[in-house]
Antibody, heavy 117, light 106 residues
C-alpha cells in the first residue's frame, strides 16, 4: 500500500523558515517524480513544486521561485520542501504527492503551515 | 498564465446525475484529470487522461473533454459523493488546478 506521510508543519512568523518532510513507502520511490501541492484556507489546490527521480530537474510555481527549494533523498525514501522568506499567503495545508504522466496519483494526508505574527 | 474555471457549487438529488464543468482555453487539446476531496481528507484521483478511472473508483464516475470544456459526470449520485471536486491540466511546464466545485447531495 502506497503511503506518504508529511511532517514539519507549524506556526512561523512572516519572513521565517520551515522545512517539510515526506516519508514514502509501499512503492519504488526512486522511480517517480514527486511533488508538493498546497491548499490555502478557502482556496483551491495549487501546485508548488516538482522534482525528477534523480533530483536533477526541478520546477516551481512562480510565486515560490527563489524562496522554496524541493529536494529528495532516495536512500531514505524521503521528499523535502525548504521554505524560506515565508509570507502570510503561504499559509496552507501542504501535500506531498507522486506524479505520473502529469497526474498526481497518490497523496499524503497533508501538514498545516501557518504564517502569522 | 493558463486558468481553469469551475462553478463554485453544484447541487444534486440522491440517485440523479451530477455534472461538474471545467473551462479553459482549448482545454480539449490537453489531458484533464479530476480529484475528489472530502473534508479533513487528502485529494483522491477519480479521473485521469480525460476519461480513465483509476483502480477502485466506481463506474458511476466518468469524464469527457472537448473544445473549451471538460466535464466530470457522476451517475446515480450517492451521499458519499458529497465532496469538493477539482480539475487539473498541464500547460507549458506548469500544473494548473481549477478553483474547485463543492458538490452537495440533498
Amino acid at each position: 500500500e502506497v503511503q506518504l506521510v508529511e511532517s514539519g508543519g507549524g506556526l512561523v512568523q512572516p519572513g521565517g523558515s520551515l522545512r517539510l518532510s515526506c516519508a514514502a513507502s509501499g512503492f519504488t520511490f526512486s522511480s517517480y517524480w514527486m511533488s508538493w501541492v498546497r491548499r490555502a484556507p478557502g482556496k483551491g489546490l495549487e501546485w508548488v513544486a516538482n522534482i525528477k527521480q534523480d533530483g536533477g530537474e526541478k520546477h516551481y510555481v512562480d510565486s515560490v521561485k527563489g524562496r522554496f527549494t524541493i529536494s529528495r533523498d532516495n536512500a531514505k525514501n524521503s521528499l523535502y520542501l525548504q521554505m524560506n522568506s515565508l509570507r502570510a499567503e503561504d499559509t496552507a495545508v501542504y501535500y506531498c504527492a507522486s506524479l505520473s504522466f502529469y497526474v498526481f496519483d497518490f497523496w499524503g494526508q497533508g501538514t498545516l503551515v501557518t504564517v502569522s505574527s | 498564465s493558463y486558468e481553469l474555471t469551475q462553478p463554485p457549487s453544484v447541487s444534486v438529488s440522491p440517485g440523479q446525475t451530477a455534472s461538474i464543468t471545467c473551462s479553459g482555453d482549448k482545454l480539449g487539446d490537453k489531458y484533464v484529470c479530476w480529484y475528489q476531496q472530502k473534508p479533513g481528507q487528502s485529494p483522491v484521483l477519480v479521473i485521469y487522461q480525460d476519461t480513465k478511472r483509476p483502480s477502485g473508483i466506481p463506474e458511476r464516475f466518468s469524464g469527457s473533454n472537448s473544445g473549451n470544456t471538460a466535464t466530470l459526470t457522476i451517475s446515480g449520485t450517492q451521499a458519499m459523493d458529497e465532496a469538493d471536486y477539482s480539475c487539473q491540466a498541464w500547460d507549458s511546464g506548469t500544473w494548473v488546478f481549477g478553483g474547485g466545485t463543492k458538490l452537495t447531495v440533498l
